[in-house]
């Protein structure tokens, strides 16, 4: 996977089949351009899933700061640790995982940061559930923390 990293990698060289694939996890090292990568990838991706913009400005934007906690919190910007990046593609949902090797942390002590400057990295685990339909998380080994958004024509039709 490194090797990936390496080459001069496009974001449109990725395929997949909605309702049918996955893109694979990719294996990120715990730098600073990780969230910048993986929105450029978004940005290719999800209007073939048949999200708003809206939409998929509320995906980058809580993938981007979930790879940031990922580098500042779980990686301590140990550049010789990683993250992996996982995004499951659904006829009405689409998941992404995003995961580091550290010791996770304690919801109790997660807060809203919305009143402070907005800032990638700052905004929190409240950020997150706000923009996404769901958020999860486990520590198991490591920390790995699921977004889910649905469709929006998935929810219309069920409402």
């Known amino acids: 996977m490194n090797n990936m990293l390496d080459n001069d990698m496009h974001c449109t060289?990725?395929?997949?089949?909605?309702?049918?694939?996955?893109v694979e996890s990719l294996v990120l090292p715990c730098e600073p351009f990780a969230?910048?990568?993986?929105?450029?990838?978004?940005d290719v991706l999800l209007p073939r899933a048949g999200l708003s913009?809206?939409?998929?400005?509320?995906?980058?934007?809580?993938?981007g700061e979930a790879i940031s906690n990922a580098i500042r919190h779980g990686c301590n910007f140990e550049s010789n640790k990683f993250i992996t990046f996982k995004a499951?593609?659904?006829?009405?949902r689409l998941i992404f995982e995003i995961g580091d090797q550290g010791p996770g942390f304690q919801e109790?002590?997660?807060?809203?940061?919305?009143l402070q400057k907005f800032t990638e990295g700052g905004m929190g685990i409240?950020?997150?559930k706000k923009l996404m339909d769901n958020l999860e998380y486990d520590?198991?080994?490591?920390?790995?923390?699921?977004?889910?958004?649905?469709i929006q024509s998935?929810?219309?039709a069920s409402s």
């Open 53 to 63: 913009s809206y939409d998929s400005y509320d995906v980058k934007t809580a993938v």
């Open 139 to 150: 520590f198991e080994s490591g920390t790995r923390v699921r977004l889910t958004k649905f």
């Open 88 to 92: 499951s593609f659904h006829k009405d």
């Open 35 to 42: 969230p910048a990568l993986v929105r450029s990838i978004l």
């Open 108 to 114: 109790k002590y997660t807060c809203s940061r919305l």
């Open 154 to 156: 998935f929810k219309t």
């Open 126 to 128: 409240e950020l997150m």
């Open 13 to 22: 060289d990725l395929h997949f089949e909605l309702g049918r694939g996955e």
